[in-house]
């Protein structure tokens, strides 16, 4: 993903002019086969908005976002229809956008017939393999969205993710629904399929323990931008970033000899209708110099595969 950017315009009011908000600006990340990557950041940071524009169910502004070497903004209709198949999403509740008239035997060979696979036979014997798989039975199928929990629902939404058999799945909030308790059971199956089918992750979550749970790398988002991208070792143990360490000082520590102080973020998160100048995180932040207040940081690479957007971290 090469400074990828989406703006949009809103009108609050008649008489208001013409805003833009600039949800995603300029955001540069690599996601490697097989791996798990998080966006991490508060609501609002334009993390879902990421997502969204790399699947392209939401057109970017600019920027360029390349998958197994394709520029998928290039692509047109029945071109991106067939790259979809290897590019799936995961929503939070997976039935609010689906027909609580349909079984879920319906809803999961919807994706199938929408490719043209298989004749109803094949498809069936699919769909029989894939509720297994997630854990539920195929005496199941026949049943609504209603009559199940929230748990099963998301094992549902992500059977429909991978009968397509994709190679890449966007998770947005897969398990902030969820309890605790189920949240670690769908972690856990997430982490298996993946092994099972070669999955890659770009995981979207503002819970930074479940981040630390599934991820092999860590980008943390704030106002539309990457400040900080790391693996989860170098990103917990070393947050360089003063925003990082501010979101992770509210976390419980899991090593009790380790007493990091609650660090405190001043003042509200900044509307990105009207972004702070420079460094759009300085009016909260505890090291803000005067450069900060004019010119905005660029990355810079602190030790291995660790970048920061700061002036602190610039040679
Ligand atoms: Fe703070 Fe300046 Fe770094 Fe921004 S660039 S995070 S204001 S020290
Ligand atoms: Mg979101």
Do not use: W
């Amino acid at each position: 993903v090469k400074s990828l950017t989406k703006h949009f315009t809103s009108k609050q009011g008649f008489f208001s002019k013409e805003k833009v908000v600039r949800a995603v600006d300029g955001v540069n990340l690599t996601v490697y086969p097989g791996e798990t990557v998080s966006i991490v950041g508060e609501s609002g940071c334009g993390k879902s908005t990421t997502g969204r524009c790399i699947l392209r169910l939401i057109e970017p502004t600019d920027g360029e976002v390349f998958f197994e070497g394709q520029d998928i903004r290039k692509l047109n209709e029945t071109e991106l229809r067939r790259a979809r198949r290897n590019m799936q999403l995961v929503f939070q509740d997976p039935f609010a956008s689906l027909n609580p008239r349909k079984t879920i035997g319906q809803l999961l060979e919807d994706p199938l017939i929408i490719h043209g696979i298989g004749n109803s036979v094949e498809r069936r014997k699919h769909v029989e393999e894939m509720i297994q798989i997630v854990g539920l039975s195929k005496q199941q199928l026949d049943r609504f969205p209603h009559e199940f929990s929230g748990g099963q629902r998301q094992r549902i939404g992500i059977a429909r993710a991978l009968i397509l058999r994709p190679k890449l799945i966007v998770a947005d909030e897969p398990v902030s629904a969820l309890d605790v308790s189920i949240q670690a059971q769908i972690l856990n199956l997430m982490q298996d399929l993946q092994k099972e089918f070669n999955l890659t992750y770009l995981f979207i979550s503002h819970d930074l323990s479940v981040v630390r749970h599934i991820s092999d790398r860590v980008a943390v988002m704030y106002l539309g931008k990457v400040v900080e991208v790391a693996d989860k070792q170098s990103l917990y143990e070393k947050p360089t970033h003063p925003y990082t360490q501010a979101l992770l000082s509210a976390v419980p520590v899991p090593n009790p000899h380790l007493t990091t102080q609650r660090i405190i973020l001043e003042g509200d998160l900044p509307s990105p209708a009207n972004p702070p100048s420079g460094c759009t995180f300085h009016p909260r932040c505890r090291h803000c110099m005067d450069i900060c207040k004019t010119v905005a940081p660029v990355a810079s690479e602190v030790s291995r595969g660790h970048f920061v957007t700061c002036h602190l971290e610039q040679s």
